[in-house]
Structures are given as structure tokens and as C-alpha cells.
């Protein structure tokens, strides 16, 4: 790792060195100032009930459960080997869904359990960093997502693995086989800045205005989504690699990638999925070591602030509202999809990566802290003992399988969304039901598979209709949403068209036509229809000429609405994520079978160890140690570094361990000495609604000023505005 001073011997300007005794303060620091984060500001400070868990054991018990191969149970153990050599193990995303493994999922996990102090290089007698190295595409120089996989895909998914790897780097330095990937990694990505645009003359930007980059061909790849983001990613990871190999073209690289989400405009957020806060702390920290002037309000506003279109992903940012009596201010997620749905891998990525900011950035301390309070308390939302059983889709198997509620929901809903499936078949002309009935329709993709399956009369006899009886919800807004197909029997020119009516005799309004095997369809229904539903299917051919008949195949039909139950624990696998409608605020979904898989994401509980590994309480409640340095990757020389915010009315005296040796006690924030000489136990006063910076600096350290960084002991203690 490049020590401090090479960092400091890069800045343009070195201004003249103040040197002061240990014992006293630096008198020159300006007057601290805050800078707000306005969807924090409007957060409680004491958020409503409180019921903070211990991270840390959630992310032991976690990834006790995930690693271990002896566990019995439907869907366990979670873990299993690829093969007889051993080499590599599966891991679904889903408890009960595909076996995988992805690199989010598996490369968080080795970084979770290291975050809390598990060796993951021998956790239950395992190699789970070097199993980790499997994911490296050897020919495209990069760690992709799945084994033997490509990128081209999407920008987060295809620079987010590598994102983890450099953690995992990080937390396991020194091996040179690891060096060499991450070596390849940076350059792959500069040189995929340069394929997007980046020059150094004529100055030129990268674009990163594309769904992501091939980088076998480097050629963008377009899919119908923006996904600037990735400059933030890229961001990161090179200057990440500048600081580990100090090759100037990542540095080079850096600098070109924040240039690029700085010169968006800020109705454009390119915030899409969980890179863009590694923009925001790039350039805090890019500021503080380098001198540099990145404009960080604006990156953190972007992560925080969920915009409307055009923005890469609408409604997307920091949820600050109350759910049905609980407070659900600083998950992460959608405020606008039903209201707000919030999701536990962005939710712990995000406190991990802006946490460190406060450091490089300390007018940031009061509203991370904040934020973090509000984040850390709320997050227990995603987990199964904090809801009933009628709060959340997969309860049965949680509470005989998960006794320690350490596998989290992927996501929460503030309001569930309800499915009225049909109670009857009402009637059937001219056709025939040759498989399954009305029940058949009531959930998708089950296993084995359940359709109603429905066949034409012959020609001769007129057009088929089949008609289904529902009972209207009492909601405003309904949706008919229904998965079938055609399949065709040699009834040429046909398709069967669905229409609804509120009288089983009709009049009938169109709704949509099933020509194959289309993905689901969707119509509004009328506010104005009460108590029944009739929806019909017919042939839509009537002429005569055809001999043999088609079949209709009815998968789930439902109709969506939104429920009075809330917040609801659930995911996008048993509750299937259909369509997202009325500028991203309505979601239409249909429902699977609590027996065919769970919503119990494992590639988002394995971020866990972040608020594990960053997270303590102390001895006054609601006041959080948050240890500044534990997700700071390759950071420069620092002594302990904590941030406390204290969000109560009054003051407050914080007991911190300050360990055998004497230490003074200095506050980042507003550049004072709060005790001198302290051992063991030391007690701090923190003022109501405000928060510390606490460093433990080496006791009577000299301390001084070089360009907008206050040292002690040649260690950067304070970058100053």
C-alpha cells in the first residue's frame, strides 16, 4: 500500500507546516461547519420503537447457517459442493432456488465474515478466499458474476464483483497470485475508460451512458437501460489500485470516471443499483488526500434523493417515511414502488461504503450518524422475527429452519400487494376443460406445474369462450394480470382474446390478446366495478374453415391491488415481480406457492457483516459506535477512528475503550482534544443532537497543519475543508 507520504508529495501545492506541542490545539482549524443531507434531515432522531440487534452476532449466526455443509432441512444444507474435487461450491440466491453461485452472493459473504473477525481462510476448515478466485475470467483480465461467465450484461454486475474481490484483497493483502487479478482488473477497467471515450489529449471524458461494456470486444452494450453508475464502480476500483500499485494510468482513470458523474446533470441521477455511493466516497476521500475539489454534495445527494424520470432508475434512493407505525427511514431502495420498497443488499452496501465519507469529509458526521442510527434500527425490518406470520410471504420455513432470524427477506414492502385469484369457472361454450380448473390458476410457475388447460370445439359449432368468476377487493386501483398461452392445434389465424365485464352476460371490455407464450398481460380495471369480476377468453377467429382446435393454457391469473397489511417481509421469487407501472409507483405481481421456493435472499443477508463489522452499541441507548476505518479499503495510516452521534435531547457521557495505552482523545469534528493521557475506560461527553469524530492519537503526539490535513505524528488525524 503506498504510505501517506507519497500521497501527500502529490499535491500541487504544500503549503507552510504549523507545528504545535501535543498537549495543546491547533488554533488555525477554520470553524467546523455541517454539511445536510436533506432526506436525513428530515428523519427522526430517535427512531420509533427501537429494537437494534446485535449485527454482529447476526452475521455469525449467518454465516454459520450458510457454510455449513452438515445442516438438514428442506432447501439445506444452503451449501454444497460443485463436485468431487472440491474445488468450488454452489449457493442459491433464493433458500429453494437455483444453486448458482453468483459473485455478489459468495464474494460478500468471505467479506461479511471477515468484517466480524472469522478467518476466512480457514472458516470449518475451508478456503473460502481462494475458492473465491474462481469467478476470475482469465481471458477477459476480470471477475464476472458466474463461473465461466462473461461481461457485456450490465455495468454493476460485471464491475461490482470486482468491487468485492479488491475487499477481500484488502482484508487479505500480501498474496501475490491475488495481486496479479487485481493488478489485471485495474487495467482492464482503464482501458475500457479509454473504449468509452477517456483521453488524456485532447482532454475527453469516458461515456458511460450504455447498460454496460463488453470487455472482450469493448464495445457498449445497450439493453433498453442506463446504467451510468458504473462509473462510480470504476471510480473506486482504480483509484483503489492507484493507492495499492501507484500506476498513474488508474489514477488517470479515477479521475476520469468521477469527472464523468459530476458532469450529469442532476436531474439525471445515475444511480441504478449499489455503485454509486463508491463514487460518493472516492471523492471525499480523492478531495482529502489529494486535494482534489470533487463535488461530494452532489454524489451524495444522488445516492440519498429519489428523482423521477430521466433519471437511471425512477424513484430510486434513501426511504424516509414511517411504515404502518414503524420507522423505515434509511433503508434503501424504491420510495415510490407501492409506496416504498426497500431492499437489504442495498441497504447494508450503502451504510458500509458512505460511512467512511464522515472521515474524509467531517461536515458529513452529523447526518451519517444519523442516518446510520435510523439504517441500523430499521434493517431488522428484513428479517423474519421482526413481522408475523401474516407480515411476510415465507414465515413456515424461517421459523423451523432459522431459529436465529440471521437470513434476511430480500426485500420489504410497505404495503403487500394482494392477489384475488379466481373462485370459480363460471362457464365453458364450445369448449372443453381438459386439464386442472379454476384453483389451477391461482399461482405461477409451481412445481410440479399446475395449469388449466382448456381446448376449443372443433369448427362447426362457433367461436369458444370460457368465462372465470372473481370477487372484487375493496381497492381503489385493481389490475387483472393474467400468465397463459396458445398453444397451437391447427386453428389457423386464431388467438384468443380476453375481455372482462361486471355482468357474467356481458357487455364485455377488451382487455388483451394471447397469441403464445407472451409474458404475463395486465389491464386496469374500472373504479367503478363492485363485488364480481367475469373475465373471458375467446377464440378470436369465428370463421368456419378450420378442422382442428388450439388450447388455451392458463398458468396464474389474479387480480393486483394493494393490501391493508404492511410492511410486508417478501422478495421478488415467491411474490413474482410482474410489471411497475404509473411512472414506477404501482407493482403488479403475481404469487408462486410458499412450497415452491422462499423470498429469503441469501446474495442480500450476505452484506450483513458490514453493519456487523462497522456497528457496536455502547453503554447509552441509541448511541452507535461506528468504526470509520473497518469498510475504508487500503486506506493510508490512521489511528482508531470512531464517529458517535448522540440523537437525544440532552447530553450524553459515552464510555469508549480506549485500550491499556495512553491515548488522547481527539474530535475529527470539531478540532479538539476532549482528554488527555487516557487509559483503559475514558468517558466522553457528546452534546444533544450532535456528533464526534473520535480518534485515539498516541498520547502527547506532536500535531500539525500540512496543506488541509491536520497530522499527529505524521498520521492524518483531520482533512479540513
Same mark, same amino acid.
Given at each position: 500500500?503506498?504510505?501517506? $507520504?507519497?500521497?501527500l508529495?502529490?499535491?500541487?501545492?504544500? +503549503?507552510?507546516?504549523?507545528?504545535?506541542?501535543?498537549?495543546?490545539?491547533?488554533?488555525?482549524?477554520?470553524?467546523?461547519?455541517?454539511?445536510?443531507?436533506?432526506? +436525513?434531515?428530515?428523519?427522526?432522531?430517535?427512531?420509533?420503537?427501537?429494537?437494534?440487534?446485535?449485527?454482529?452476532?447476526?452475521?455469525?449466526?449467518?454465516?454459520?447457517?450458510?457454510?455449513?455443509?452438515d445442516?438438514?432441512?428442506?432447501?439445506?444444507?444452503l451449501?454444497?459442493?460443485?463436485?468431487?474435487?472440491?474445488?468450488m461450491?454452489?449457493?442459491?440466491a433464493?433458500?429453494?432456488?437455483?444453486?448458482?453461485?453468483?459473485?455478489i452472493?459468495?464474494?460478500a459473504?468471505?467479506?461479511?465474515?471477515?468484517?466480524?473477525?472469522?478467518d476466512?481462510r480457514?472458516?470449518?476448515?475451508?478456503?473460502?478466499?481462494?475458492?473465491?478466485e474462481n469467478?476470475f475470467?482469465?481471458?477477459?483480465?476480470?471477475?464476472?458474476?458466474?463461473?465461466?461467465?462473461?461481461?457485456g450484461?450490465?455495468f454493476w454486475?460485471?464491475?461490482?464483483?470486482?468491487?468485492?474481490?479488491y475487499?477481500?484483497?484488502?482484508?487479505?493483502? *500480501?498474496?501475490?497470485?491475488?495481486?496479479?487479478?487485481a493488478?489485471?482488473?485495474?487495467?482492464?477497467?482503464?482501458? =475500457?475508460?479509454? @473504449?468509452?471515450? /477517456?483521453?488524456?489529449?485532447?482532454?475527453?471524458?469516458?461515456?458511460?451512458?450504455?447498460?454496460?461494456?463488453?470487455?472482450?470486444?469493448?464495445?457498449?452494450?445497450e &439493453?433498453?437501460?442506463?446504467?451510468?453508475?458504473?462509473? =462510480?464502480?470504476v471510480?473506486?476500483?482504480?483509484?483503489?489500485?492507484?493507492?495499492?500499485?501507484?500506476?498513474?494510468?488508474f489514477?488517470?482513470?479515477?479521475?476520469?470516471?468521477?469527472?464523468?458523474?459530476?458532469?450529469?446533470?442532476?436531474?439525471?441521477?445515475?444511480?441504478?443499483?449499489?455503485?454509486?455511493?463508491?463514487?460518493?466516497?472516492?471523492?471525499a476521500?480523492?478531495? /482529502?488526500?489529494?486535494?482534489? *475539489?470533487?463535488?461530494?454534495a452532489?454524489?451524495?445527494?444522488?445516492c440519498?434523493?429519489?428523482?423521477?424520470?430521466?433519471?437511471?432508475?425512477?424513484g430510486?434512493g434513501?426511504?424516509?417515511?414511517?411504515?404502518?407505525?414503524?420507522?423505515?427511514?434509511?433503508?434503501? #431502495?424504491?420510495?415510490?414502488?407501492?409506496?416504498?420498497?426497500?431492499?437489504?443488499?442495498?441497504?447494508?452496501?450503502?451504510? /458500509?461504503?458512505? =460511512?467512511?465519507?464522515?472521515?474524509?469529509?467531517?461536515r458529513?458526521a452529523?447526518?451519517?450518524?444519523?442516518?446510520?442510527?435510523?439504517?441500523?434500527n430499521?434493517a431488522?425490518?428484513?428479517?423474519?422475527?421482526?413481522?408475523?406470520?401474516?407480515?411476510?410471504?415465507?414465515?413456515?420455513?424461517?421459523q423451523?429452519?432459522?431459529?436465529?432470524?440471521?437470513?434476511?427477506?430480500?426485500?420489504?414492502?410497505?404495503?403487500?400487494?394482494?392477489?384475488?385469484?379466481?373462485?370459480?369457472?363460471y362457464?365453458t361454450?364450445?369448449? &372443453?376443460?381438459?386439464?386442472g380448473?379454476?384453483?389451477?390458476?391461482?399461482?405461477?410457475?409451481?412445481?410440479?406445474?399446475?395449469?388449466?388447460?382448456?381446448?376449443?370445439?372443433?369448427?362447426? @359449432?362457433?367461436?369458444?369462450?370460457?368465462?372465470?368468476?372473481?370477487?372484487?377487493?375493496?381497492?381503489? %386501483?385493481?389490475?387483472?394480470?393474467?400468465?397463459?398461452?396458445?398453444?397451437?392445434?391447427?386453428?389457423?389465424?386464431?388467438?384468443?382474446?380476453?375481455?372482462?365485464?361486471?355482468d357474467?352476460?356481458?357487455?364485455?371490455?377488451?382487455?388483451f390478446?394471447v397469441?403464445g407464450?407472451?409474458s404475463?398481460q395486465? +389491464?386496469e380495471?374500472?373504479? @367503478?366495478?363492485?363485488?364480481?369480476?367475469?373475465?373471458?377468453?375467446?377464440?378470436?377467429?369465428?370463421?368456419?374453415?378450420?378442422?382442428?382446435?388450439?388450447?388455451?393454457?392458463?398458468?396464474?391469473?389474479?387480480?393486483?391491488?394493494? $393490501?391493508?397489511?404492511?410492511?410486508?417481509?417478501q422478495?421478488?421469487?415467491?411474490?413474482?415481480?410482474?410489471?411497475?407501472?404509473?411512472?414506477?409507483?404501482?407493482?403488479i405481481?403475481?404469487?408462486?406457492?410458499? $412450497?415452491a421456493?422462499?423470498?429469503? #435472499?441469501?446474495?442480500?443477508? $450476505?452484506?450483513?457483516?458490514?453493519?456487523?463489522?462497522?456497528?457496536?452499541?455502547?453503554?447509552?441507548e441509541?448511541?452507535?459506535?461506528?468504526d470509520l476505518?473497518?469498510?475504508?479499503?487500503?486506506?493510508?495510516?490512521?489511528?482508531?477512528?470512531?464517529?458517535?452521534y448522540?440523537?437525544?435531547?440532552?447530553a450524553?457521557?459515552? %464510555?469508549?475503550?480506549?485500550?491499556?495505552?495512553?491515548? *488522547?482523545?481527539?474530535?475529527?469534528?470539531?478540532?479538539?482534544?476532549?482528554?488527555?493521557?487516557?487509559?483503559?475506560l475514558?468517558?466522553?461527553?457528546?452534546?444533544?443532537?450532535?456528533?464526534?469524530?473520535?480518534?485515539?492519537?498516541?498520547?502527547g /503526539?506532536?500535531?500539525? &497543519?500540512?496543506?488541509?490535513?491536520?497530522?499527529?505524528?505524521?498520521?492524518?488525524?483531520?482533512?479540513?475543508?
Open positions: 500500500m503506498k504510505p501517506l $507520504s507519497f500521497i508529495q502529490t499535491l500541487p501545492v504544500l +503549503v507552510g507546516l504549523v507545528t504545535m506541542s501535543g498537549a495543546g490545539r491547533l488554533h488555525a482549524i477554520e470553524a467546523a461547519s455541517q454539511s445536510t443531507i436533506s432526506r +436525513v434531515e428530515r428523519m427522526p432522531n430517535l427512531p420509533q420503537p427501537y429494537a437494534m440487534r446485535n449485527w454482529r452476532q447476526v452475521t455469525r449466526d449467518y454465516i454459520d447457517v450458510l457454510l455449513d455443509f445442516r438438514r432441512g428442506e432447501y439445506l444444507p451449501v454444497r459442493w460443485r463436485d468431487e474435487s472440491r474445488t461450491v454452489s449457493l442459491p433464493y433458500v429453494g432456488g437455483e444453486s448458482g453461485p453468483e459473485a452472493n459468495y464474494l459473504a468471505v467479506v461479511s465474515g471477515s468484517l466480524v473477525g472469522l476466512m480457514s472458516y470449518r476448515g475451508q478456503d473460502w478466499v481462494k475458492m473465491g469467478f475470467n482469465a481471458e477477459e483480465g476480470v471477475y464476472v458474476n458466474r463461473l465461466g461467465g462473461n461481461t450484461e450490465s454486475y460485471d464491475i461490482f464483483p470486482n468491487v468485492l474481490f475487499q477481500i484483497n484488502a482484508l487479505y493483502p *500480501d498474496d501475490p497470485a491475488r495481486d496479479r487479478q493488478f489485471s482488473v485495474a487495467l482492464k477497467w482503464h482501458d =475500457a475508460c479509454e @473504449a468509452l471515450g /477517456g483521453k488524456i489529449d485532447p482532454p475527453l471524458l469516458p461515456n458511460f451512458d450504455h447498460t454496460g461494456l463488453n470487455l472482450k470486444t469493448m464495445k457498449p452494450v &439493453r433498453g437501460r442506463v446504467e451510468s453508475e458504473g462509473a =462510480a464502480g471510480a473506486w476500483l482504480e483509484y483503489m489500485a492507484w493507492v495499492r500499485f501507484e500506476d498513474p494510468r489514477l488517470t482513470a479515477a479521475d476520469w470516471a468521477i469527472r464523468s458523474l459530476e458532469a450529469k446533470p442532476d436531474e439525471e441521477s445515475p444511480l441504478y443499483e449499489v455503485l454509486l455511493p463508491y463514487g460518493a466516497l472516492v471523492a476521500r480523492m478531495n /482529502g488526500e489529494l486535494g482534489r *475539489d470533487y463535488d461530494v452532489k454524489l451524495v445527494n444522488a440519498f434523493e429519489p428523482r423521477g424520470r430521466p433519471q437511471a432508475r425512477p430510486w434513501v426511504i424516509s417515511d414511517r411504515w404502518n407505525g414503524l420507522d423505515a427511514h434509511g433503508l434503501v #431502495g424504491s420510495a415510490t414502488d407501492g409506496g416504498g420498497y426497500a431492499f437489504a443488499m442495498n441497504t447494508f452496501q450503502w451504510a /458500509g461504503t458512505l =460511512a467512511p465519507l464522515a472521515r474524509y469529509d467531517t458529513y452529523h447526518d451519517i450518524g444519523k442516518w446510520v442510527l435510523n439504517l441500523a430499521a431488522r425490518l428484513f428479517y423474519p422475527n421482526a413481522h408475523d406470520a401474516e407480515h411476510q410471504s415465507s414465515y413456515a420455513w424461517a423451523t429452519h432459522d431459529s436465529k432470524s440471521s437470513i434476511a427477506y430480500e426485500g420489504i414492502r410497505k404495503w403487500k400487494r394482494g392477489m384475488r385469484s379466481a373462485h370459480g369457472d362457464r361454450t364450445r369448449g &372443453r376443460i381438459v386439464q380448473n379454476f384453483t389451477s390458476t391461482h399461482f405461477l410457475r409451481e412445481a410440479p406445474p399446475s395449469l388449466q388447460v382448456i381446448e376449443e370445439t372443433a369448427s362447426g @359449432a362457433g367461436p369458444f369462450e370460457h368465462i372465470w368468476e372473481f370477487d372484487l377487493p375493496k381497492a381503489q %386501483e385493481r389490475w387483472l394480470v393474467v400468465a397463459a398461452q396458445r398453444i397451437e392445434g391447427g386453428h389457423a389465424e386464431n388467438d384468443f382474446r380476453f375481455s372482462f365485464s361486471a357474467p352476460d356481458g357487455p364485455y371490455a377488451p382487455a390478446s397469441t407464450a407472451e404475463a395486465l +389491464v380495471l374500472p373504479a @367503478a366495478y363492485r363485488n364480481k369480476l367475469y373475465v373471458k377468453a375467446e377464440s378470436a377467429d369465428r370463421s368456419n374453415g378450420w378442422t382442428r382446435p388450439d388450447r388455451l393454457s392458463v398458468d396464474a391469473m389474479a387480480i393486483s391491488y394493494r $393490501s391493508s397489511i404492511g410492511p410486508f417481509a422478495g421478488d421469487a415467491v411474490v413474482t415481480f410482474i410489471d411497475l407501472l404509473k411512472e414506477a409507483t404501482v407493482p405481481v403475481l404469487y408462486r406457492p410458499a $412450497s421456493a422462499t423470498d429469503l #435472499g441469501l446474495y442480500g443477508s $450476505s452484506h450483513v457483516g458490514i453493519l456487523g463489522g462497522i456497528i457496536r452499541e455502547t453503554n447509552v441509541k448511541i452507535l459506535q461506528l476505518l473497518k469498510t475504508d479499503y487500503f486506506h493510508a495510516e490512521a489511528y482508531p477512528t470512531f464517529l458517535y448522540n440523537p437525544h435531547t440532552s450524553k457521557i459515552v %464510555e469508549i475503550d480506549v485500550g491499556p495505552d495512553a491515548r *488522547d482523545i481527539y474530535d475529527a469534528v470539531s478540532g479538539e482534544f476532549l482528554q488527555k493521557n487516557a487509559r483503559d475514558a468517558r466522553v461527553t457528546i452534546p444533544a443532537d450532535t456528533a464526534r469524530i473520535v480518534v485515539l492519537a498516541p498520547a /503526539g506532536k500535531m500539525r &497543519r500540512e496543506a488541509r490535513r491536520i497530522l499527529i505524528d505524521d498520521v492524518v488525524v483531520r482533512y479540513t475543508d
